[in-house]
């Protein structure tokens, strides 16, 4: 009896360490399947924030002036080139009494923050050149309805312009903005700066018109 139960031990032993070992590879084999289905419910999301983001990249690019537009005798061409799929830079343009207006803007800050700010800011620009029809009185009006408003807005710089086709007469503001450069046919090179601060930043609103004649076979860049 002794020398059975002395055998036995051992083998209680073995299928205790057996029973263990498999239960450890099942829990094992589970917390895997869990990392696994994590894994694909994360690339999902990935996935579908990316296609939310490329969707949305393409309804703003819509939404701002056209790559290539031809009125009378102009020739507009426009291009945006965000660095995180959404941009804060924008363009847009609309036609006026006749005229053709314009804009170049950059709103601070990359990615979603700022684009959610360009409907905004873009809707508010062709508000206040409908009423005004202005470049310095409407970028006057919209600085002051910016500060109006009950949250922080983002810093944001703006080359506005009228061009009355007819003419070539070209007026035009800046909000802190980059010089516009008008590049004549001569090679003859005029910096567009005239205008004022920064919209956004809480000081005086007021603007200058600054004027210049576009002539046959000169060029105008606006940028940001």
């Not at 949250?151 to 503001?173: K, M, N, Q, V």
Request: glycine share 8%; aromatic share 6%.
């Amino acid at each position: 009896m002794r020398s059975l139960q002395a055998f036995g031990r051992p083998n209680e032993k073995s299928n205790w360490i057996q029973g263990s070992s498999q239960r450890n590879r099942g829990r094992a084999r589970g917390t895997r399947r869990d990392l696994l289905d994590q894994l694909a419910a994360l690339r999902q999301e990935h996935d579908e924030l990316r296609r939310a983001l490329y969707e949305a990249a393409q309804m703003q690019r819509r939404l701002c002036g056209p790559r290539s537009l031809h009125v009378a005798d102009y020739e507009l061409a426009s291009e945006i080139f965000p660095v995180r799929h959404l941009s804060g830079d924008f363009i847009t343009c609309l036609q006026l009494d006749g005229d053709l207006v314009f804009a170049v803007g950059d709103i601070a800050g990359k990615g979603p923050m700022a684009a959610m700010w360009f409907t905004y800011v873009v809707g508010l620009l062709r508000r206040s050149m409908f009423a005004l029809g202005d470049p310095a009185a409407a970028l006057a009006a919209m600085a002051e309805d910016l500060l109006a408003a009950s949250i922080e807005i983002p810093l944001t710089s703006l080359f506005l312009a009228r061009l009355e086709l007819a003419s070539g007469a070209l007026t035009y503001a800046s909000a802190g903005h980059p010089p516009a450069l008008l590049l004549r046919q001569d090679h003859q090179l005029q910096e567009l700066s005239l205008g004022g601060p920064l919209l956004g930043i809480p000081s005086p609103t007021r603007f200058q018109n600054g004027r210049a004649l576009i002539h046959p076979g000169d060029t105008l860049i606006a940028y940001s």
